[in-house]
Protein backbone atom coordinates (compact mmCIF):
# COMPACT_ATOMS: atom_id res chain seq x y z
CA UNK A 1 0.00 0.00 0.00
CA UNK A 2 1.48 3.31 -0.67
CA UNK A 3 1.87 5.45 1.53
CA UNK A 4 1.44 9.72 0.99
CA UNK A 5 4.48 11.47 2.74
CA UNK A 6 6.52 8.54 3.16
CA UNK A 7 8.95 6.60 0.62
CA UNK A 8 7.69 4.21 -1.58
CA UNK A 9 9.27 1.29 -4.29
CA UNK A 10 7.15 1.44 -6.71
CA UNK A 11 7.09 -0.15 -10.45
CA UNK A 12 7.50 1.87 -13.11
CA UNK A 13 3.78 1.44 -15.80
CA UNK A 14 4.76 3.38 -18.65
CA UNK A 15 6.78 6.07 -19.89
CA UNK A 16 4.97 9.80 -21.50
CA UNK A 17 6.36 12.65 -22.49
CA UNK A 18 5.42 13.94 -19.39
CA UNK A 19 7.63 11.38 -17.01
CA UNK A 20 6.75 8.09 -15.67
CA UNK A 21 3.91 6.76 -14.39
CA UNK A 22 4.14 4.36 -11.31
CA UNK A 23 2.07 1.32 -10.18
CA UNK A 24 -0.19 3.14 -7.14
CA UNK A 25 -2.26 0.52 -6.15
CA UNK A 26 -5.93 1.02 -4.82
CA UNK A 27 -4.69 4.86 -5.17
CA UNK A 28 -3.97 5.03 -9.17
CA UNK A 29 -1.08 5.86 -11.52
CA UNK A 30 1.18 8.52 -10.19
CA UNK A 31 3.24 10.85 -11.92
CA UNK A 32 7.19 10.55 -11.71
CA UNK A 33 7.91 13.94 -13.21
CA UNK A 34 9.99 13.76 -16.24
CA UNK A 35 13.33 15.48 -14.34
CA UNK A 36 13.44 13.35 -11.67
CA UNK A 37 13.67 9.83 -13.69
CA UNK A 38 16.78 7.98 -12.77
CA UNK A 39 19.21 6.56 -15.37
CA UNK A 40 17.49 2.82 -14.51
CA UNK A 41 13.62 3.90 -14.72
CA UNK A 42 12.07 2.13 -17.44
CA UNK A 43 8.56 0.09 -17.43
CA UNK A 44 8.93 -2.74 -15.54
CA UNK A 45 11.71 -1.63 -13.33
CA UNK A 46 11.17 -0.57 -9.65
CA UNK A 47 12.02 3.16 -8.45
CA UNK A 48 12.52 4.50 -4.35
CA UNK A 49 10.17 8.00 -4.53
CA UNK A 50 8.80 10.11 -2.13
CA UNK A 51 4.82 10.60 -3.04
CA UNK A 52 3.08 13.65 -1.71
CA UNK A 53 0.49 16.37 -3.44
CA UNK A 54 1.45 18.83 -5.38
CA UNK A 55 0.28 22.22 -5.81
CA UNK A 56 -2.96 21.23 -7.41
CA UNK A 57 -3.99 18.46 -4.83
CA UNK A 58 -2.60 15.97 -7.32
CA UNK A 59 -0.54 12.67 -5.98
CA UNK A 60 3.28 12.78 -7.83
CA UNK A 61 6.49 10.98 -7.15
CA UNK A 62 10.08 12.66 -6.54
CA UNK A 63 13.19 11.15 -6.08
CA UNK A 64 14.36 14.10 -3.72
CA UNK A 65 14.20 13.37 -0.25
CA UNK A 66 12.51 15.48 2.33
CA UNK A 67 13.99 17.22 5.48
CA UNK A 68 11.11 15.41 7.50
CA UNK A 69 8.25 12.79 6.46
CA UNK A 70 5.46 11.64 8.19
CA UNK A 71 5.81 10.54 11.67
CA UNK A 72 8.88 12.66 12.02
CA UNK A 73 9.72 15.21 14.40
CA UNK A 74 11.88 17.69 12.99
CA UNK A 75 12.94 22.18 13.25
CA UNK A 76 11.96 23.37 9.82
CA UNK A 77 12.47 27.51 8.06
CA UNK A 78 9.03 29.55 8.34
CA UNK A 79 8.92 30.57 4.06
CA UNK A 80 6.09 32.60 4.10
CA UNK A 81 2.83 33.25 6.10
CA UNK A 82 -0.64 34.08 4.93
CA UNK A 83 -2.97 34.68 7.98
CA UNK A 84 -6.12 33.22 6.89
CA UNK A 85 -4.43 29.89 6.17
CA UNK A 86 -1.11 29.29 8.06
CA UNK A 87 2.67 28.99 7.87
CA UNK A 88 4.68 27.50 4.96
CA UNK A 89 7.73 25.56 5.57
CA UNK A 90 10.98 24.83 3.86
CA UNK A 91 11.30 21.13 3.99
CA UNK A 92 13.26 20.68 0.88
CA UNK A 93 11.00 19.97 -1.79
CA UNK A 94 9.87 22.19 -4.40
CA UNK A 95 6.06 22.83 -2.79
CA UNK A 96 6.50 23.79 0.87
CA UNK A 97 4.37 22.23 4.00
CA UNK A 98 1.70 24.05 5.69
CA UNK A 99 1.63 24.58 9.10
CA UNK A 100 -2.27 25.42 9.68
CA UNK A 101 -3.17 28.18 11.71
CA UNK A 102 -5.13 25.63 14.09
CA UNK A 103 -1.91 23.51 14.53
CA UNK A 104 0.07 26.59 15.87
CA UNK A 105 1.11 26.47 19.59
CA UNK A 106 2.48 30.04 19.06
CA UNK A 107 2.18 32.30 15.72
CA UNK A 108 5.41 31.87 13.84
CA UNK A 109 6.68 34.75 11.10
CA UNK A 110 9.15 34.44 8.19
CA UNK A 111 12.49 33.14 9.24
CA UNK A 112 11.53 31.88 12.40
CA UNK A 113 12.76 27.88 12.92
CA UNK A 114 9.94 25.64 14.49
CA UNK A 115 9.93 22.47 15.65
CA UNK A 116 7.04 20.46 14.37
CA UNK A 117 5.88 17.29 13.44
CA UNK A 118 4.53 16.07 10.42
CA UNK A 119 1.53 13.99 10.14
CA UNK A 120 -0.82 12.93 7.00
CA UNK A 121 -4.37 14.80 7.80
CA UNK A 122 -7.10 12.10 7.15
CA UNK A 123 -9.69 15.09 6.64
CA UNK A 124 -7.80 16.71 3.69
CA UNK A 125 -5.59 13.83 2.64
CA UNK A 126 -2.52 16.54 2.92
CA UNK A 127 0.84 16.08 4.71
CA UNK A 128 0.47 19.03 7.12
CA UNK A 129 2.98 20.16 10.16
CA UNK A 130 1.66 20.88 13.67
CA UNK A 131 3.95 22.76 16.55
CA UNK A 132 1.77 21.64 18.70
CA UNK A 133 3.89 18.56 20.04
CA UNK A 134 2.29 16.99 22.96
CA UNK A 135 -0.72 16.12 20.70
CA UNK A 136 1.84 13.74 19.23
CA UNK A 137 4.59 12.35 21.65
CA UNK A 138 4.37 8.65 22.40
CA UNK A 139 2.63 8.93 26.09
CA UNK A 140 3.46 5.18 26.97
CA UNK A 141 6.03 4.40 29.87
CA UNK A 142 8.88 4.40 28.24
CA UNK A 143 11.09 1.26 28.08
CA UNK A 144 14.55 2.61 27.59
CA UNK A 145 16.89 1.97 30.09
CA UNK A 146 18.62 4.23 32.95
CA UNK A 147 22.52 4.84 31.20
CA UNK A 148 21.16 4.11 27.26
CA UNK A 149 22.60 6.41 24.95
CA UNK A 150 19.60 8.12 23.01
CA UNK A 151 18.84 10.42 19.95
CA UNK A 152 17.57 13.61 20.92
CA UNK A 153 15.93 16.57 19.36
CA UNK A 154 16.07 20.05 21.26
CA UNK A 155 12.48 21.34 20.81
CA UNK A 156 11.81 23.77 23.35
CA UNK A 157 13.18 25.74 26.80
CA UNK A 158 11.68 26.04 30.47
CA UNK A 159 12.76 27.37 33.93
CA UNK A 160 13.99 24.09 34.77
CA UNK A 161 15.97 23.36 31.14
CA UNK A 162 15.24 22.06 27.89
CA UNK A 163 12.81 20.16 27.11
CA UNK A 164 13.61 16.98 24.27
CA UNK A 165 12.41 14.77 21.93
CA UNK A 166 14.05 11.68 22.60
CA UNK A 167 13.76 8.64 19.63
CA UNK A 168 11.53 10.52 17.63
CA UNK A 169 8.67 9.50 20.00
CA UNK A 170 8.65 10.43 24.19
CA UNK A 171 9.29 13.45 26.00
CA UNK A 172 12.53 13.98 27.89
CA UNK A 173 14.33 16.74 30.17
CA UNK A 174 18.00 18.37 29.58
CA UNK A 175 18.32 20.12 33.42
CA UNK A 176 19.93 23.38 33.26
CA UNK A 177 22.91 23.22 35.76
CA UNK A 178 23.86 19.84 34.26
CA UNK A 179 24.16 20.72 30.67
CA UNK A 180 27.28 22.73 31.01
CA UNK A 181 26.74 24.21 27.14
CA UNK A 182 24.45 26.85 25.25
CA UNK A 183 21.73 24.28 23.27
CA UNK A 184 19.33 25.85 21.15
CA UNK A 185 15.95 24.95 19.91
CA UNK A 186 15.96 22.31 16.85
CA UNK A 187 19.36 20.84 17.84
CA UNK A 188 19.97 17.19 17.39
CA UNK A 189 22.54 15.36 19.56
CA UNK A 190 23.30 12.45 21.82
CA UNK A 191 22.14 11.81 25.54
CA UNK A 192 21.69 9.32 27.82
CA UNK A 193 18.70 7.84 29.69
CA UNK A 194 19.42 9.31 33.43
CA UNK A 195 17.00 8.71 35.52
CA UNK A 196 12.92 7.30 34.78
CA UNK A 197 10.40 9.05 36.63
CA UNK A 198 7.17 7.08 38.11
CA UNK A 199 4.99 9.42 36.03
CA UNK A 200 6.46 8.27 33.15
CA UNK A 201 8.72 11.29 32.24
CA UNK A 202 12.44 10.80 31.27
CA UNK A 203 15.54 12.97 32.81
CA UNK A 204 18.10 13.04 30.54
CA UNK A 205 21.84 13.73 30.51
CA UNK A 206 24.48 14.76 27.63
CA UNK A 207 27.21 12.91 29.13
CA UNK A 208 27.09 8.65 30.64
CA UNK A 209 27.11 8.28 34.58
CA UNK A 210 29.73 7.70 37.26
CA UNK A 211 32.74 5.40 35.41
CA UNK A 212 31.50 4.69 32.22
CA UNK A 213 31.42 8.59 31.59
CA UNK A 214 35.11 9.11 33.41
CA UNK A 215 37.47 6.29 31.87
CA UNK A 216 36.92 6.74 28.36
CA UNK A 217 37.15 10.54 28.34
CA UNK A 218 40.54 10.25 30.78
CA UNK A 219 41.77 8.09 28.34
CA UNK A 220 40.69 10.77 25.72
CA UNK A 221 42.49 13.43 27.26
CA UNK A 222 46.07 11.37 27.33
CA UNK A 223 45.34 10.89 23.54
CA UNK A 224 44.58 14.62 22.46
CA UNK A 225 47.79 15.60 25.18
CA UNK A 226 50.20 12.69 23.08
CA UNK A 227 48.91 14.86 20.02
CA UNK A 228 49.45 17.87 21.34
CA UNK A 229 53.34 17.12 21.83
CA UNK A 230 52.32 17.10 25.53
CA UNK A 231 50.43 20.23 26.77
CA UNK A 232 47.00 21.15 26.11
CA UNK A 233 45.64 24.81 27.22
CA UNK A 234 42.54 23.72 29.24
CA UNK A 235 42.03 24.70 33.05
CA UNK A 236 39.44 25.64 35.45
CA UNK A 237 38.72 29.40 33.43
CA UNK A 238 38.21 27.28 30.27
CA UNK A 239 34.56 27.95 28.72
CA UNK A 240 32.12 24.97 29.33
CA UNK A 241 31.79 25.65 25.09
CA UNK A 242 34.81 24.71 24.58
CA UNK A 243 34.93 21.67 26.10
CA UNK A 244 32.22 20.22 24.88
CA UNK A 245 33.50 21.23 21.07
CA UNK A 246 36.57 19.17 21.69
CA UNK A 247 35.75 16.67 23.97
CA UNK A 248 32.24 15.98 23.39
CA UNK A 249 31.90 16.63 27.59
CA UNK A 250 30.38 18.67 30.21
CA UNK A 251 33.20 20.87 32.21
CA UNK A 252 32.09 19.00 35.24
CA UNK A 253 32.84 15.48 33.70
CA UNK A 254 36.06 17.20 32.26
CA UNK A 255 37.22 18.47 35.68
CA UNK A 256 36.27 14.95 37.24
CA UNK A 257 38.08 13.17 34.38
CA UNK A 258 41.29 15.19 35.26
CA UNK A 259 40.87 14.70 38.60
CA UNK A 260 41.67 11.11 38.30
CA UNK A 261 44.63 11.77 36.05
CA UNK A 262 46.05 13.85 38.15
CA UNK A 263 45.50 11.13 41.20
CA UNK A 264 46.98 8.65 39.40
CA UNK A 265 50.10 10.78 38.05
CA UNK A 266 49.30 10.83 34.56
CA UNK A 267 49.63 14.37 33.91
CA UNK A 268 50.54 17.90 35.69
CA UNK A 269 47.96 20.64 36.78
CA UNK A 270 49.45 24.12 35.61
CA UNK A 271 48.00 27.50 35.95
CA UNK A 272 47.03 27.60 32.34
CA UNK A 273 46.99 24.28 31.08
CA UNK A 274 47.68 20.74 31.29
CA UNK A 275 50.91 18.26 30.97
CA UNK A 276 51.43 14.60 30.29
CA UNK A 277 53.68 13.21 32.48
CA UNK A 278 56.40 11.40 30.24
Not at 37 to 59: C, K, N, Q, T, Y
Not at 115 to 127: A, G, L, Q, S
Not at 222 to 227: F, G, R, S
Request: charged residues 25%.
Amino acid sequence: MVQIGRQNTLRILQETPSGLYLDGGELGEILLPGKYIPRSGFPGAEVEVFVHRDSEDRLVATTETPLAMVGDFACLEVVSVQPAIGAFLNWGLGKDLLLPIREQKNRVRAGDRVVVYVYFDTKTERVVASSRLNRHLDLTVATYTEGQPVNLLIAGESPLGFNAIVENAHSGLLFRNETGTALRIGQRLKGYVRTLRPDGKINLALDPAGYTRIAPLSEEIIEKLKAAGGRLEFHDKSSPEEIRRVFGASKKSFKQAVGALFSERRIRLERDGIELVQ
